[in-house]
């Protein structure tokens, strides 16, 4: 019998169609679940479609100029930009002889592009993540966002009689919509839930608490060895905290926890299933963790983690290859779902949450679209969507991007949880991409909350508030999904 919020397997598949297999220790089966779409209208423009004349070549699609120049910018976070640099712009300008093009990687995308875009004068294809990305919703009812239906639709880059939209997983596709178009191209596979050193519980002799009496328990014992149970970053990285809650109240109330949210329907911030996670977790970080973390950035707090001054820490399956440098060969990333609440949680301990993430668009106004959507074909290519894998330790929504390719131990469990989890899929939080200002204030008042100046009664009537204040704007285009 399945619970509500749940999804049969049968459904799943029908809806993700990604199948990537992973080799290395634990491979498993990877599929990944996301939904969405809207219905609102909003200003959008639209990319140049593929060629149609007797001219049409299938390899040059959309009739790239060599001549133009092409401006890319990359958030250098956990991925760096060395797979941009290294692997698709040298593809790009081997396909198109002659190209030129101008790179920009940067960790502050919004500092560094909002006065562009006010200027009218942006890039062509923007990396658009991090702490400081852009409200691209906001960016593309201004019309500064191009349509990639043309994209879906042109030839694939590696087989002219298959369209791009045949090789990679649907879910991806609709994860990239803005009001039912096709807006942006999320690339990368990730699972978020609770990262771990699996060599230190084997050495311990800990197993993985699967309730929340078992968490505060196993925080009860490292305390004892100075260890705090658990932390997330109070500075850059802060929204781990804001998907960490979110996810804990889609296992409590099933996805409709936070289908409600996204949708903005009346008080479903205030829903039960959303108290007792903020509840349960703002205990957990009172009890079990320290304030001190609140003023550190994610890479601090990353490295406090591999130095095991703590033992969970939340955020999506890129933090393997993000501190891959820093890492000892004492620590070893393995992945854990979020601990069951109660016990009529409509969601199994081991549901976890996936999705497609690492947003890329092509810009309306820039000076190269038909090489923005270039760049973008040859980024979902089969040589492009493999060597990001190799690059970074982290899937793509290209199918078998991950072929032959062994991956590291937390990827590799990531995998095995998310076979294990089965229909058990926590949907994303959509509403971060729609409402990006509710979004960032959801955050901000999360840290005030955590750093006791707040009860979570008032956190959860603060965040309310501001849905309503968006709900009643009529400035912004409103958007719905239905699963």
């Known amino acids: 019998m399945s619970h509500p919020g749940e999804i049969t397997r049968r459904d799943l598949l029908r809806r993700i169609g990604l199948t990537a297999v992973v080799v290395g220790p634990g491979a498993g089966l990877l599929s990944a679940c996301a939904t969405g779409g809207g219905t609102a209208a909003s200003p959008s423009a639209s990319a140049p479609a ?34 941009a640099t290294g692997l698709h712009q040298p593809m790009y300008t081997k396909a198109h002889a002659g190209a030129t093009i101008k790179h920009t990687g940067t960790q502050n995308v919004g500092t560094m592009l909002r006065p562009r875009f006010l200027s009218g004068e942006v890039p062509d294809v923007v990396n658009n993540s991090g702490p400081e990305a852009m409200d691209v919703a906001a960016l593309a009812a201004e019309g500064h966002v191009a349509e990639l239906t043309a994209l879906w639709d042109a030839p694939s880059f590696d087989d002219p009689s298959k369209k791009v939209r045949d090789m990679v997983t649907p879910a991806a596709l609709e994860e990239g919509k803005l009001n039912g178009k096709d807006m942006t191209l999320n690339y990368v596979v990730s699972q978020r839930a609770l990262w771990y050193n699996a060599k230190l519980f084997e050495e311990k002799g800990w197993t993985l608490p699967q309730t929340m009496e078992e968490f505060k328990a196993l925080g ?19 929204y781990y905290m804001l998907w960490n809650m979110l996810y804990t109240a889609a296992k409590i109330g099933g996805n409709k926890a936070i289908i409600d949210i996204d949708n903005l329907v009346d008080n479903a911030w205030k829903s039960d299933a959303m108290k ?14 320290d304030k001190s973390y609140l003023g550190l950035d994610h890479t601090q707090t990353q490295v406090k983690h591999l130095q095991n001054k703590f033992l969970f820490y939340p955020t999506g399956s890129w933090l393997e290859g993000e501190m891959a440098k820093d890492k000892p060969e004492t620590f070893e990333y393995a992945i854990a779902p979020f601990p069951s609440v109660t016990a009529s949680d409509a969601m199994p301990y081991g549901a976890i949450q996936v999705g497609s993430g690492e947003v890329f668009f092509a810009t309306a106004k820039g000076q190269n679209p038909q090489g923005a959507l270039e760049y973008l074909r040859i980024m979902l290519s089969k040589e492009g969507a493999k060597g990001f894998v190799e690059k970074t330790g982290s899937l793509t929504i290209v199918n078998g991007s991950a072929d032959g390719v062994e991956l590291p131990p937390g990827l590799a ?15 994303s939080a959509r509403f971060e991409g729609w409402y990006k200002e509710l979004f960032d204030y959801a955050w901000a ?24 204040d968006v709900k009643a704007d009529s400035s912004i285009a409103k958007q719905t999904r239905d699963a």
């Open 220 to 238: 009860d014992k490292a305390k004892a060895e100075g260890i705090h149970l658990f932390a997330y970053p109070g500075q850059k990285g802060p």
């Open 276 to 289: 007792a996670s903020v509840t349960a977790w703002h205990e957990i970080f009172t009890k079990y963790s």
């Open 413 to 427: 469990s990531a995998a095995k949880a998310t076979d294990t989890a089965g229909p058990n899929v926590i949907t």
């Open 50 to 83: 593929p060629a149609t004349s007797a001219a049409f070549d299938p390899k040059n699609p959309f009739a790239v100029d060599a001549k133009k120049g092409l401006e890319v910018v990359i958030f250098t976070g956990g991925f760096k930009d060395d797979y």
């Open 445 to 468: 008042q999360q840290n005030i909350l955590m750093g006791g100046r707040m009860t979570v009664e008032e956190y959860l009537d603060k965040v309310q508030k501001k849905a309503d």
